[in-house]
T-cell receptor, first 114, second 113 residues
């Protein structure tokens, strides 16, 4: 299955600033997914990122707040913009590697906004 | 819309004993995939086991097995001979086609030495 390198692993940011999270995959994948996991909660899908097209956002998430780039089939970034303490969460990227193999996840970025 | 329900927020098990985590789901699809993921404190999501809906035989992976009841839309995870390293959050997840995973709320499993 694919291996994902996600950076940074954690960060503490000031409110009002932005943080960009990167995911690098060791193989070409069509779709990448970005999730948010608030403290003690399950994973909530933010958006699906396809190479060469705009990301598809889920209800409650907007491009101005969470812009996503997908410049090629192995890389994607998620930016958390104009951060507030409510954005403190774990952010994870994921790729599908074929239904028999399930989905592979990055190691997550723990974001704390102060 | 597809939903996944885990009705047990927390469970505990004695080391070497067996524990079963419950999961139910709602879908109108006939072909889909079900997964159990483990998330230890390191927050890495680890695939534990998967089940194809078209297969009647329950999946097994070493100490982990599932009880898949398609008509009842139930997909429980049994952990045998529990070990301290099994302590984690466990998420049940559903997927059909190349769509994103839909997760349950999770069950926190504690293993008592």
């Amino acid at each position: 299955s694919a291996v994902i390198s996600q950076k940074p692993s954690r960060d503490i940011c000031q409110r009002g600033t932005s943080l960009t999270i990167q995911c690098q995959v060791d193989s070409q994948v069509t779709m990448m997914f970005w999730y948010r996991q608030q403290p003690g909660q399950s994973l909530t899908l933010i958006a699906t990122a396809n190479q060469g097209s705009e990301a598809t956002y889920e209800s409650g998430f907007v491009i101005d707040k969470f812009p996503i780039s997908r410049p090629n089939l192995t890389f994607s970034t998620l930016t958390v913009s104009n951060m507030s303490p409510e954005d403190s969460s774990i952010y994870l990227c994921s790729v599908g590697t074929g239904q028999l193999n399930g989905y592979t996840f990055g190691s997550g970025t723990r974001l704390t906004v102060v | 819309a597809q939903t996944v329900t885990q009705s047990q927020p927390e469970m505990s098990v004695q080391e070497a004993e067996t524990v079963t985590l419950s999961c139910t789901y709602d879908t109108s699809e006939s072909d889909y995939y079900l997964f159990w993921y483990k998330q230890p404190p390191s927050r890495q999501m680890i695939l534990v086991i998967r089940q194809e809906a078209y297969k009647q035989q329950n999946a097994t992976e070493n100490r982990f097995s599932v009880n898949f009841q398609k008509a009842a839309k139930s997909f429980s995870l049994k952990i045998s001979d529990s070990q301290l390293g099994d302590a984690a959050m466990y998420f049940c997840a559903y997927e059909t086609g190349n769509t994103p995973l839909v997760f349950g709320k999770g069950t926190r499993l504690s293993v008592i030495a």
